[in-house]
């Protein structure tokens, strides 16, 4: 009678350990989803081999970064034609991979003081040069009411001048 009580105790403890594994086998499967839902994978490939791009992915968000010299002469906020073919395929993703979905534009620059322009200063340059941006993207379709502007200025510089004078288009995935 002892064995039987000692069997049944021991089936009932395999029985009790399967389902406790079960329960964290759903648990950590549960764990996996809410990690992956609140850190999705950004997808940058879509921007990736366009000429004066570099594109990253920073959270929710993809950085799709232009080389100020690309779009720009020094000092100047007008597009240089050059640098449209760029903007076009720009444009082209975000109208068919990301329609709906807030897009900032933000101007760099250097931290050289502006000297010889009509500009009182580096914010305004930033923000003129990412308003020539959202202007150019909007003439190609994009929805100008999922658009916002900023200027950063000096602000941010990178590892160089030339690599801190961009425009950033960012797109919040979700």
Request: proline residues 2%; glycine residues 6%; aromatic residues 6%.
């Amino acid at each position: 009678m002892q064995l039987a009580q000692a069997q049944a105790a021991l089936a009932q403890a395999d029985h009790d350990k399967s389902a406790a594994l079960a329960r964290a086998t759903a648990a950590e499967a549960k764990a996996e989803q809410t990690s992956a839902s609140a850190n999705p994978v950004v997808d940058t490939a879509a921007f990736a081999n366009i000429d004066g791009v570099t594109v990253s992915a920073e959270g929710n968000e993809i950085h799709v970064s232009i080389e100020g010299d690309v779009l720009f002469d020094s000092g100047k906020e007008t597009i240089k034609n050059g640098s449209k073919k760029s903007l076009d395929k720009v444009a082209a993703i975000l109208k068919d991979n990301y329609g709906g979905r807030e897009v900032r534009v933000a101007g760099f620059t250097d931290t050289d003081p502006i000297k010889y322009s009509k500009f009182k200063d580096n914010y305004y340059l930033g923000f003129d040069r990412a308003y020539a941006v959202r202007e150019y993207l909007l003439s190609k379709g994009v929805d100008g009411k999922q658009v916002s502007l900023s200027s950063y200025g000096p602000n941010v510089p990178l590892d160089s001048k030339a690599k801190s004078r961009r425009v950033e288009v960012i797109v919040v995935t979700d």
